[in-house]
């Protein structure tokens, strides 16, 4: 099953490949050339983007902080809608692939469930993201036997809300 598109959300061919190619900088490692599109990437799924030492969630209901401390080190990503954490994103490299997840990487993430106070629940998130910004692998949590798929874009907030 394949997550549904959003319809603001860039693929990675024509103009959408100009766009990402274009912001990458000179010297960046590659998993921070990813951190650049993902930013972007979840601002064009209605996400906003703030950095750990400058969390606001009177900002509006979808927000992505970078850097998120969890119980078993900072998340790239950790999403939270209306305040409560929903879902982590792990960067990898471009060179990185569907075939070489695992899903460890960001389950890691999720086994202590960060809080919006920073304290941790037991409860795992329910959605997973790995992405390089041009391949995107999201797993469900909550299914019986969870497992990744390749995604088209991040889910948006509202949808989050609603599952």
Request: glycine share 8%.
């Amino acid at each position: 099953m394949y997550l549904a598109p959003c319809d603001s959300a860039p693929g990675a061919t024509g103009a959408n490949a100009e766009r990402i190619d274009s912001m990458a900088e000179p010297n960046l490692k590659p998993e921070q050339i990813a951190r650049e599109t993902i930013d972007w990437l979840l601002r064009q799924s209605g996400w906003i983007v703030q950095p750990k030492n400058k969390i606001d969630f009177s900002a509006g209901p979808g927000i992505a902080i970078r850097e998120y401390q969890t119980g078993v080190g900072p998340a790239d990503y950790v999403l939270f809608v209306d305040t409560a954490p929903v879902g982590v994103i792990e960067a990898k490299p471009e060179d990185w692939g569907p075939e070489a997840h695992d899903g460890r990487g960001a389950v890691r993430r999720v086994r202590d469930r960060p809080g919006s106070n920073g304290s941790a629940t037991t409860k795992p998130l329910p959605c997973i993201y790995e992405s390089t910004g041009i391949i995107t692998c999201f797993t469900d949590a909550r299914d019986p036997i969870p497992r990744s798929r390749e995604a088209f874009s991040f889910l948006r907030p509202d949808t989050m809300r609603e599952r």
